[in-house]
């Protein structure tokens, strides 16, 4: 029997809707927060109303150990997660393998490898939406020059104040490379050696004693509303929301964003994988991929979904100029290697610790 | 009416030829760039690559070991077995070309030289990938031959059309392409070459960016050279980087010599050499293929200690001249970028160390070091100037890289020559150093238009008798050779002959001028300043009288070839 969880905030209209509820479940996991609420809107809450499902929601942190510890316990069925995770856990075996192009429908007469990003078609998942690791600071904390360019992360003469950052080497390595000058383009190629690996680490010392480490996603947005911090971290989508829809004094340095691919994949154990399958169909169609971006600006990994997106429907604001890959923004950016970082996980974990130890 | 014509039917032609061409030779040398760069990825030589094999470390061990020595042995067997000509081909065959206005090596040799350049590359051996892409751009330019368009010199423009698009194409840099081809391989600046070779490399522009969207390839951020003493310097590190330039071409070709002489196969001679990469590699990464992750280190303070740059310079020298030696198929240039920049780091290293001066930072002494090692290698001061423009579109940058290019050129052309190619060129006996004139009058042989029809004569002849067999007018002299065919001397007509029986070896003379079958134009006209007779004697190396040179023909063939100079050189469509 499939445990249905459904959190307290969750309540549908759809919910009347008559369903074998208890055969047709589908457990979805996702990041909670900002992000978690626009996908409640924008996909969770018309796929109830459409197919007479109520996906109950888990939440997940990113780690792959949940993914191997808690997945067959709770059911999980479909899980939104970063692509480079996805590789990862595909290799495990811990996502199940499919066609995604034959999953996805087509729209606008163009076939979905047509319609999609380039490579967003993998094994185990389909990509998504894209959305940027960026640093953002408290406007507070500097009241005359801003920062603008990564390389003020690290300058804590200039701009002084607390960083926060996830306890990862995630982002902060590619920060650290652009900081030092090396171009956008050569940033993998260079972590790929130890030297660079051994420069990234010497820049990320002349702000070792100013690092607050945060454990949750949401934690990023908290610590520059709080004054706790005066940079942080975080992803662009959570904190848009951030300061659009609550109005905290937080922007965004656009310059060194890191422009990474979020995928739809299926647990391997699912029980229920045709309408998983049906889930990912709906929740990647231009309609849902537009309204997400309207709530949060997280690029549509498809053409056809691009078209469609207009202003947010509390602020106004027009949604595409905020979403990562929006054309006018300045400053450097790259693109996640998503192989590369599956891949080298070990590796960056094993130094960054041993950084984090003083050596 | 027809004049016009006939200019307007060479435009049309030279350009239809320059896009073609460009086009052609961009995209070849995008294919064999990507060639490369698959190849490395997929035998492990890209540190990227390599990282995400760090948890199989005996796989990244292997692919170190083996893939140079398996490129190596390849490429040997290419060599050995598929071209006639057996060696890897490069840009001195493009040169002697199109100075001599003679055709390329055989297309099939070229063919195999330049797969032969991608799999050594491609598998790691320490050579460059530009050499191979100019004698692939002149490959695919001189198939223009074919056209038959009946325009003059179209040969060396078609190859030279080639040159700028590779060029133009493989650093994003279409001025570099345009003043290479000119400055390196036609060596002059006609207008007639000069449109199509623009056009040409304005394609290959086209292509590498609007087309495929190719990165710049070095990008550098500098903000200026602060202080007007640090151009002192720059002059300082362009006469070191001379010397630095001077060692590695030494090497390069003392390692050729050596391993001519070594009792190795010819086929296996590249797989010794890749065996010497993939063992120095296991404790020097950065030593293997390309290097471009070094190259970019080399601009960041701290990313090499100074003993590390001390041991990294000689080692790129030694393999770089041990692969090229031994037969891997590639370029000088490329490793030399590496070199120089490594060079230039440790300059700043050591001017920083003891904080004598204040100084910009690393970046501009490197790229100075960089350009100023290369520039003597490929002799083309310009060229490379302007490739530091084009490479890193930075101007401070480029005006501090111009000190130290000309210093180095300057010293470099004193104590080693034009060009590690011009070098190589006259060690197979083509001379460019005194300009192509000299090199084209040096190939032609006075042997050539020798003429057999002269009057002749024994020793033991009556000397008037000799005289009166040649027809007065024509002939005023009688050259006089043994039953052996050996020459003797000349009788001349105007002689005194006092005793009118006298014999012909009575009273012959010794010839001013003798030529043998190797004289060649240049020094035979030479030898005849201050002759005053019509013809000298032909000899062979036993001093056998083969026939005589007219002074007329030589001094036609002269006239003809410096007039087809000043046409090649003058020419504006």
Known sequence: MKKTLLLSSFVLAACSAPASFAEDSLVVVSWGGAYEDAQRTAILEPYAGQSGIVPSIMRHSGSLNELRDRAQAESWDVIDMQRDHAITACEQGWLLETDFRVVVSAYDGLQPEEDFVDGAFLDCSVVQNLYATVVAYDDRAYPGVKPSRINDFFDIENFPGKRALPKSPDAVLEWALLAIGVPAIQVYDLLSTDRGLRLAFRKLDEIRDSIIWWTDVSDAEKLLQDGRAAMASGFNGRFFSASHDRGAPISIVWDGRIIGYEVWAIYAKTDQEELAKEFVDFATSPAQLARLAEIIPYGPARNSAFLRIGKNSVSGTPMSDHLPNAPHHQGRAIFRDSEWYSKTASLRLRRFEDWLEGN | MTHEGSALYRILALTAVALLVGTVASLAAIAFADTVFWLNNALLISPRMRVQFGGSPYIVLAATLLAPVVGGIIVGLLIQKFSAAKRPLGPPDVIYASQMRLPLPDARSGTVSTIAAAVSIGFGASVGQYGPMVYLGSLIGSAAIKLKLQIPSISAIAMACGVAAAISTAFNAPIAGLVFAHEVILRHYSLRAFAPVTVASATGYVMANVMFDRPPLFLVEFSGVENGYEFLLFALLGIVAALIAKIYMSAILRCSRLAANLPIAAWLRPGAAGLAVGVTALWLPDVIGIGKEALRFATIEGAFTPAELALLVPAKIVLTAVCLGFGFAGGAFSPSLLIGILSGALFWNLLDGFQLFENSGIAVYAVCGMMAVTSPVIGAPLTTILIVFELTRNYDLTVGAMVAVVFSNLVAYRIFGRSLFDVQLAARGIDLSEGRDHARLAAIRVADFATSEFPSALPHECANAALDRCSPGKWNEVYV?????????????????????????????????????????????????????????????????????????????????????????????
């Open chain 2, 481 to 573: 050779a043994d039953s052996n065919g050996k020459f003797r001397g000349i009788v001349y007509r105007n002689q005194q002959i006092v005793n009118s029986d006298a014999l012909v070896s009575e009273i012959m003379q010794p010839a001013d001028v003798v030529f043998r079958e190797d004289t060649d134009v240049r020094q035979a006209m030479e030898k005849f300043v201050g002759f005053v007779g019509i013809a000298a004697p032909l000899l062979s190396s036993d001093d056998r009288l083969i026939g005589i040179v007219t002074e007329a023909d030589v001094i036609r063939a002269y006239l003809d070839t410096v007039e087809e100079l000043r046409d090649e050189e003058n020419a504006s469509a």
